[in-house]
């Protein structure tokens, strides 16, 4: 029996911004989503990814690497505006 998982399709380009990122770090590191999203920009100022769409594919690859994350890439004003 073959049963094929439905996995979105991801732009390569990004996923390989974001591997890169992410090979800075070892299996068992901390990432900031933060510094994470300020590496893909920085690599690729033409990026035109939304936040949350880079935060998705970040979390997926570093879960994936047995990395932990910390999502600390929403400013102190908008998380009060997310709360209100």
């Given amino acids: 029996m073959n049963v094929a998982a439905e996995v ?4 390569p380009t990004v996923q390989d911004l974001v591997s890169a990122a992410l090979s800075k770090f070892r299996a068992g590191d901390t990432v900031s989503t ?3 999203l300020d ?10 990814d939304s936040d949350d ?5 970040i979390v997926m690859a570093a879960v994936g690497r047995t990395m932990g994350v ?5 400013s102190p004003d908008e998380r009060l505006a997310r709360l209100s």
């Fill in 8 to 11: 979105p399709v991801m732009d």
């Fill in 34 to 36: 933060r510094a994470m």
């Fill in 39 to 48: 590496a893909i920009r920085h690599a690729d100022p033409s990026c035109e």
């Fill in 53 to 57: 769409h880079l935060v998705e594919l």
């Fill in 70 to 74: 910390v999502f600390d890439h929403r």
